[in-house]
């Protein structure tokens, strides 16, 4: 296949591009290359990239539509694969302008080159954060209720995927990660601050009474849903992509604890606007539709992320 790969050289982007062009395909990365706490590992994750013959770079932000537009008309493409986004929820409530300018405008500049130049299949990267404090576990029918700006503007690039596979016959499918964590993942994510935190001097910060849950979900797991979703063809479909398992705040502080034998001294703070209280997948739909199954438990996953942080010190 080629692929066009936004956000190649982020965390989610990068091992996924990286295992595609392992597996032989042709692939096209854009990234703006983003100033921000994972820029160690975006220069790493690009240079290793640059190695296959079968990749080629820009280095572009999504929102320049005559850029992109460009990229396009050089370049044939059989699918789109868009995980290009200003993440964070709590960094979307300082900068809600930002969110909006990056994920919808950048997204709708996809959608529209993608209908100009016939490529009809588009797998999108969006987030758990579109439910809001629903009931869990969460199901792709629920109605969605994001209570930060960054859950908003995913919520909206997926009715703005509906609209053009119904205008334009995009096939688009929407994936909603679940807390998602792993080798190279940036900090000030829970996994990625704790085990730095605990196994640096034993101190960490958590917001909250530490009681809330979420659905950790493995970046291999990810990937593997991403290029399950490649495929297949959807008019247009929403996909939970999670362990469908949770846990605790505190129960992940002694997983990391007791993985690490190093004895956690945890500060408590006010908890964060945004921040919901619980999320979990249900992910029969993608199991069924998909053929997805998550190989990593938290224990697993977390084992795995310890030895290679420990291997990169």
């Not at 295992?19 to 790493?44: A, P, Q």
């Not at 990660?177 to 940036?186: E, H, M």
């Not at 008019?235 to 992940?252: K, T």
């Not at 921040?275 to 739909?285: G, S």
Request: glycine residues 8%; proline residues 2%.
């Amino acid at each position: 296949m080629d692929i066009l790969v936004t956000g190649c050289v982020g965390f989610i982007g990068s091992h996924f591009t990286e295992k595609m062009l392992n597996e032989g395909h042709n692939l096209v990365g854009i990234d703006n290359l983003e100033r921000d706490n994972n820029v160690f590992f975006k220069k790493e994750n690009l240079k290793r990239l640059l190695e296959f013959r079968n990749f080629s770079f820009f280095k572009n932000n999504i929102m320049d539509f005559e850029k992109i537009n460009d990229i396009f008309s050089k370049h044939h493409f059989d699918k789109i694969v868009h995980l290009a986004a200003k993440t964070g929820v709590r960094q979307s409530v300082a900068n809600p302008i930002d969110y909006f300018n990056n994920n919808i405008l950048g997204t709708l500049v996809l959608l529209e080159l993608c209908s100009k130049y016939g490529v009809t299949d588009f797998v999108f990267g969006s987030s758990s954060s579109v439910y809001g404090n629903h009931g869990v576990p969460f199901e792709e029918n629920m109605k969605c209720n994001p209570i930060s700006p960054y859950g908003l503007t995913k919520v909206t690039c997926e009715l703005y995927g509906k609209n053009f596979s119904e205008l334009f016959g995009i096939n688009f499918v929407a994936l909603r990660f679940f807390t998602v964590y792993g080798p190279r993942q940036r900090m000030g994510m829970s996994v990625s601050n704790f085990v730095n935190g605990i196994i640096k001097n034993g101190k960490i910060q958590v917001f909250g009474d530490g009681k809330s849950v979420r659905d950790y979900t493995y970046v291999d797991d990810i990937v593997e849903g991403i290029r399950l979703a490649l495929e297949k063809k959807f008019s247009f479909e929403i996909f939970n992509i999670g362990s469908g398992d949770a846990i605790s705040l505190r129960n992940l502080i002694e997983l990391i604890e007791n993985e690490t034998k190093i004895q956690a001294d945890v500060k408590y703070e006010q908890k964060q606007q945004g921040d919901v209280d619980f999320t979990q997948a249900n992910i029969n739909k993608a199991s069924t539709l998909l053929g997805y199954k998550p190989k990593y438990d938290i224990g697993k996953g977390v084992r795995k992320y310890i030895e290679w942080y420990r291997e990169i010190q």
